[in-house]
């Protein structure tokens, strides 16, 4: 059993920061990717940030330069600084791991439960 769990949703005027936190517990025996979602009721998921367990980072253009995407991989955590925050960045957003449970399974994505960040004006 594999669960992430979120935290650091919240409130926040435009121009200001918030932390997302998720952590990865259960029968984990590696992860590859991690990264983090956003969606919008009635949009598809966008894809926000990504990190590889080398420490490679991928960020979709629309918050290049405002979030920062980081993980611990010796406790199975990755989090999201999100600075200069607008209201277009409200959003549930959603982190996710590529993890294997086994050293002969393959990768398989799990997700966190989603955790509400709204930007007011």
């Known amino acids: 059993q594999v669960q992430l769990v979120e935290s650091g949703g919240g409130l926040v005027q435009a121009g200001g920061s918030l932390r997302l936190s998720c952590a990865a517990s259960?029968?984990?025996?590696?992860?590859?990717?991690m990264g983090w979602y956003r969606q919008v009721p009635g949009n598809q998921r966008e894809l926000v940030a990504t990190?590889?367990?080398?420490?490679?980072?991928n960020y979709a253009d629309s918050v290049e330069d405002r979030f920062t995407i980081s993980r611990d991989n010796a406790k199975n955590t990755v989090a999201l600084q999100m600075n200069s925050l607008k209201p277009e960045d409200t959003a549930v957003y959603y982190c996710y791991a590529d993890l294997r449970t086994h050293w002969s399974s393959n990768a398989n994505r799990y997700w966190g439960q989603g955790t509400q960040v709204t930007v007011s004006s």
């Open positions: 259960g029968s984990i025996f590696s992860i590859n990717v």
């Open positions: 990190i590889t367990s080398l420490g490679n980072t």
